[in-house]
């Protein structure tokens, strides 16, 4: 288990004043917030064919892209903290966390996110340092913060964020648009993003909007469930 005992406030890190939630038109962007665990086969999935072809397809200039990497992750009495999918799921959530917080822009930490995803689970602990150079990011403070106090800290904000969610979630990815989470139609987030958007909309909407939901509502969906037996500790 990662022991995430109680840590000094840090101060906060430098955001970009580049960063914002409204697009060149003034118009606000819709809000997409994606809860995810590193190692949940189904988080890489949905960030790998679902989210990155907002960089593609003109989604990405209309949307304020979050990503909360905790999941289902529990936090025991004694600030350990017990991952889904074990120890290299605590510490590759770390490192995620550490990334979108040194560079706030999601044109920067996405792509380092997205090579993660694209790394073979059994070795993406071990290999995380080779995505750093491939999406332009610097080492040593992705190092620094996820060996030090700091990462803990932010984990746990991202943990109390997540257990904060109503209704809870039940399984991750855990998708929100606009703060209305879209349970298991979450793979048609391009389509709900389109339909909220109230500015011109990217090419791509004239599309999506003449479509039907691609599923009806489903008692199970592609995801890694927040249960008990789920939570294997390994």
């Not at 606009?178 to 979450?186: A, C, Q, S, V």
């Not at 793979?187 to 599309?207: I, L, Q």
Request: aromatic share 12%.
């Amino acid at each position: 288990m990662c022991n995430l005992w109680s840590s000094p406030f840090f101060e906060n890190t430098k955001i970009s004043s580049r960063y914002t939630n409204t697009n060149l038109q003034g118009v606000e962007k819709v809000k997409v917030e994606v809860y995810t665990e590193s190692l949940c086969p189904d988080c890489a999935d949905y960030i790998i064919n679902y989210l990155n072809p907002f960089f593609n397809n003109g989604l990405i200039d209309i949307v304020e892209l979050r990503i909360i990497p905790y999941g289902n992750a529990r936090i025991h009495l004694d600030g350990s903290l017990t991952c889904q999918h074990g120890e290299d799921e605590c510490y590759l959530n770390i490192i995620q966390t550490c990334a979108i917080r040194l560079w706030p822009k999601v044109m920067d930490w996405f792509p380092f996110i997205y090579c993660l995803e694209k790394l073979p689970r059994a070795i993406a602990a071990q290999d995380w340092k080779s995505c750093v150079e491939p999406s332009h990011l610097d080492l040593a403070p992705l190092v620094e913060c996820s060996a030090s106090p700091l990462g803990e800290k932010l984990e746990l904000e991202f943990a109390a964020e997540t257990n904060r969610l109503q209704p809870p979630h039940k399984y991750v990815p855990w998708v929100l648009v606009n703060g209305e989470p879209l349970f298991e139609n979450y793979e048609d987030v391009a389509r709900y993003v389109c339909n909220d958007y109230h500015g011109d909309k990217p090419a791509v909407c004239s599309r999506l909007l003449f479509l039907e939901s691609s599923r009806s509502m489903r008692s199970s969906v592609d995801a890694c469930y927040k249960t008990e037996s789920s939570l294997n500790f390994a």
